[in-house]
């Protein structure tokens, strides 16, 4: 199974409404999640730096490629825009993939 990691940042003094709307997920986001093959999805902070990490049943090219299409990803996107500062990486228009440096299975 693929692994993705992403990092972002919220913007400053957007913390508490960034945890407000996860708390609240939109049940067709967590539906369009799981279409996309994703697994064992978490999003921590450090203040207001993120990291995301999850896992991709069906690879990541195919979770990314799902969500860039999915207008509930889209409309989610659109949502989190006022607080949040995401970079996209313009070939795979998806939030740059961390390196992997180490890993203990």
Known sequence: MERYAWQGKIRDGCL???IERHKALWPAMI???KNAG???YS???NGTDLFGYYEC???VQFAVDFQ???PTVQQWEAYMRD???ME???QTKAQPKLTEVFRLD
Do not use: F, Q
Request: a negative charge; aromatic letters at 12%; hydrophobic letters at 40%.
């Open 43 to 45: 999003i921590w902070t």
């Open 57 to 59: 049943e069906k690879g």
């Open 83 to 85: 607080i949040l500062i």
């Open 38 to 40: 994703i697994v064992n």
């Open 68 to 70: 860039y299409n999915s």
């Open 88 to 90: 996209k990486n313009e």
């Open 31 to 33: 539906v369009e999640l």
């Open 16 to 18: 508490d409404e960034y």
